[in-house]
């Protein structure tokens, strides 16, 4: 009886949800298209919820990035000359060209989902203004991948034994977190992991351990550190002018959409990083495929204070120097003030 009458509430709510909305077809660039995010949560939410949600007046059509041809780092500006309408883009990817964009996940300062949550929320006004000024876009969500942690193909007993080895890393910051740990730093693309290890190009490698697994990293290494390095947020950026046309009611339908969205993205890198972890080393039943049986390497309070000192001895000091004194003093107010670190009395 509860679940007819639940059923019964919700088709009564459709019509009311969609009333009033035009018909209108949409195209979004989404995120990265061999995760679990976008395999169960942002394809399901473009092709198929907003038109149930709509009763079929608001359709639209998603293709994750790495499909379209595009670089990662060349979305924000088709976004911003309306070639993309609407793109899902990972913040480290844009990092480089706008450093505001790490300032919420400094790889070190989040060790745990509680703690990003409150340093995205800080910095969100700042990133919000910059990304509407700079370039005419409009920030409408923000979600993260899980935690971000450390492979290896030989024995590790913790990030101690990553000095002098060569370490994948994605980003300009991740590079300055492996050189504050005495490792040398080594860009390769996600897709081009497995044969980095394969070839000796790189002895360990920072990404998430759901991604990895999924990827056949557990075929190549032997031992995982879960230590979080940092997270993987990513923003979804509509264009200005686009998001204009569509007006009020749809913006509000949209956005509402989107919160739920965002929501249970947010809940699934929690679980999921969890998940990776059981799936790679054999602890307990995978529900991704095979178990793997890497080593699982015990984080304790040494670990814990390489990270910070990584942090405050490297990643914030360079970072400063690429973000500047005014961006600083915003990153001060916002993620200082939630984080205890104070990037400008440190540095």
């Given at each position: 009886?509860?679940?007819?009458l639940s059923?019964?509430?919700?088709?009564?709510?459709?019509?009311?949800?969609?009333e009033?909305?035009?018909?209108?077809?949409?195209?979004?660039?989404?995120?990265?298209?061999?995760?679990?995010?976008?395999?169960k949560?942002?394809?399901?939410?473009?092709?198929?919820?907003?038109?149930?949600?709509s009763?079929g007046?608001i359709?639209?059509?998603?293709?994750?990035?790495?499909?379209?041809?595009?670089?990662?780092?060349?979305?924000?500006?088709?976004?911003?000359?309306?070639?993309?309408?609407?793109?899902?883009?990972?913040?480290?990817?844009?990092?480089?060209?706008?450093?505001?964009?790490?300032?919420?996940?400094?790889?070190?300062?989040n060790?745990?989902?509680?703690s990003?949550?409150?340093?995205?929320?800080?910095?969100l006004?700042?990133?919000?203004?910059i990304?509407?000024?700079?370039?005419?876009?409009?920030?409408?969500?923000?979600?993260?991948?899980?935690?971000?942690?450390?492979?290896?193909?030989?024995?590790?007993?913790?990030?101690?034994?990553?000095?002098?080895?060569?370490?994948?890393?994605?980003?300009?910051?991740?590079?300055?977190f492996?050189?504050?740990?005495?490792?040398?730093d080594?860009?390769?693309?996600?897709?081009?992991l497995?044969?980095?290890?394969?070839?000796?190009?790189?002895?360990?490698?920072?990404?998430?351990?759901?991604s990895?697994?999924?990827?056949?990293?557990?075929?190549?290494?032997?031992h995982?550190?879960?230590?979080?390095?940092?997270?993987?947020?990513?923003?979804?950026?509509a264009?200005?002018?686009?998001?204009t046309?569509?007006?009020?009611?749809?913006?509000?339908?949209?956005?509402?959409?989107?919160a739920?969205?965002?929501?249970?993205?947010?809940?699934?890198?929690?679980?999921?990083?969890?998940?990776?972890?059981?799936?790679?080393?054999?602890?307990?039943?995978?529900?991704?495929?095979?178990?793997?049986?890497?080593?699982?390497?015990?984080?304790?309070?040494?670990?814990?204070?390489?990270?910070?000192?990584s942090?405050?001895?490297?990643?914030?000091?360079?970072w400063?120097?690429r973000?500047?004194?005014q961006?600083v003093?915003?990153?001060?107010?916002?993620?200082?003030?939630?984080?205890?670190?104070?990037?400008?009395e440190e540095?």
């Amino acid at each position: 009886m509860r679940r007819w009458l639940s059923a019964l509430l919700l088709l009564s709510a459709v019509p009311a949800l969609a009333e009033g909305l035009p018909e209108i077809h949409l195209k979004i660039v989404g995120g990265l298209g061999q995760t679990i995010q976008y395999k169960k949560y942002e394809e399901p939410f473009w092709a198929q919820q907003l038109a149930e949600h709509s009763n079929g007046r608001i359709t639209a059509e998603v293709t994750p990035w790495d499909r379209t041809g595009i670089a990662g780092s060349e979305l924000l500006g088709l976004t911003r000359l309306g070639a993309i309408s609407f793109g899902t883009i990972s913040l480290s990817q844009i990092a480089s060209e706008d450093p505001e964009a790490a300032g919420a996940d400094l790889a070190g300062l989040n060790p745990d989902i509680r703690s990003l949550r409150a340093s995205i929320d800080a910095h969100l006004p700042v990133l919000r203004e910059i990304y509407r000024t700079r370039y005419g876009l409009e920030l409408l969500a923000v979600w993260t991948y899980p935690a971000q942690v450390v492979f290896c193909n030989k024995p590790i007993r913790g990030l101690a034994d990553l000095r002098g080895r060569k370490v994948r890393v994605a980003s300009a910051m991740h590079g300055d977190f492996v050189r504050g740990l005495g490792g040398v730093d080594v860009a390769i693309p996600y897709n081009g992991l497995m044969d980095a290890f394969r070839k000796g190009v790189t002895d360990c490698a920072i990404t998430a351990a759901m991604s990895g697994y999924q990827l056949g990293l557990h075929q190549v290494t032997t031992h995982l550190d879960p230590v979080t390095v940092s997270w993987g947020p990513y923003v979804l950026l509509a264009n200005h002018a686009a998001w204009t046309r569509l007006g009020p009611t749809v913006q509000r339908f949209i956005e509402r959409e989107l919160a739920d969205l965002s929501g249970r993205l947010w809940q699934a890198a929690e679980s999921e990083g969890k998940d990776g972890v059981t799936c790679l080393t054999g602890n307990g039943a995978c529900s991704a495929g095979p178990s793997g049986h890497m080593r699982l390497v015990e984080v304790g309070d040494e670990d814990r204070k390489l990270v910070r000192r990584s942090l405050l001895d490297a990643v914030l000091p360079r970072w400063t120097e690429r973000c500047g004194e005014q961006c600083v003093e915003e990153w001060d107010r916002t993620v200082g003030r939630v984080s205890g670190v104070t990037a400008a009395e440190e540095h």
